[in-house]
């Protein structure tokens, strides 16, 4: 049955110990942020965050719900988004504004996170310039993973917002209707980072934080599988779709810090702006 809520299919996953799981490391030095100038911290209106990565010049990936106000489900004015890529402790390799911003079409905010939202819950925007940084490179996007493949993620939250953290080692515990269901360590400003896998001779993007929930106790990450998804969202931006326009008078932001209610007892956070 395709829309199952996520709380009920993770209650169902069988959970395995992750023991070659590795812990986060923070990337606050030049030296070990080397490999990551990429990844950024995007700013919304500079009161909420999100992580994104660079994979083209000019566009960063991340995910659609970052893209809008949870309080009044309006669309965020993408022009008030700051891309600060390889974000650390007060300074930014490039900085560049917003133009364009284009979510999934099959994309709904809002309402109950089922497979097919996390699915869709992707995005592209694209930069007022593209960065031309010899030392930010963008990313380029591998295959969807095997279920026990091994993938790492890099990503800013609400407890380190002043530079990313690398986990290199988590997995991908199942794949059901494209979503990936992975071992990895997230929180609130997570939302949009990039699962990489590290097959081959360069890190290359797999899927993008969506939520963080919970199987039985163990915390998980739940993405979306990119191919199928990017694909669609490239002919989306080459047809000239997006929203360029600012939300209606009113529209409040969303703070770092402020979490949901917890939709049920399994599923613990449907992420917003802010996670």
């Not at 996520?6 to 069988?14: A, E, F, I, K």
């Not at 360590?185 to 997570?190: A, L, N």
Request: proline share 5%.
């Amino acid at each position: 049955m395709r829309g199952w809520v996520l709380g009920v299919m993770l209650y169902l996953l069988p959970v395995c110990a992750v023991a070659s799981d590795s812990r986060l490391e923070r990337l606050d030095t030049t030296d070990a942020g080397r490999d990551w100038e990429a990844v950024g911290r995007l700013d919304i209106n500079g009161m909420g965050f999100c992580t994104g990565a660079l994979i083209a010049p000019d566009l960063v990936l991340t995910a659609a719900h970052c893209l809008f106000d949870k309080k009044t489900k309006a669309r965020i004015d993408p022009e008030s988004i700051e891309f600060l890529a390889g974000w650390r402790n007060g300074r930014a390799s490039a900085y560049r504004f917003v133009r364009r911003a284009l979510v999934h079409p099959d994309y709904e905010f809002g309402g109950e996170v089922t497979s097919e939202r996390v699915s869709n819950d992707v995005a592209l925007l694209e930069l007022q310039r593209p960065i031309r940084n010899t030392t930010v490179v963008p990313f380029q996007i591998a295959a969807r993973p095997q279920k026990g493949a091994q993938v790492g993620v890099v990503s800013y939250a609400k407890d380190r917002a002043e530079a990313p953290s690398l986990q290199e080692v988590c997995s991908v515990m199942a794949r059901q209707e494209g979503v990936l269901v992975m071992s990895c360590d997230v929180d609130f400003g997570s939302s949009g980072a990039p699962i990489f896998s590290f097959d081959g001779d360069e890190p290359r993007i797999v899927s993008v934080v969506s939520a963080k929930a919970e199987v039985r106790g163990e915390r998980v990450a739940l993405g979306a599988a990119l191919e199928d998804q990017l694909k669609l969202l490239h002919l989306e931006m080459a047809s000239g779709h997006g929203f360029l326009q600012a939300p209606p008078p009113g529209v409040s932001r969303v703070m770092v810090g402020n979490e949901r209610n917890d939709t049920g007892a399994k599923f613990i956070k449907s992420c917003g702006t802010n996670c």
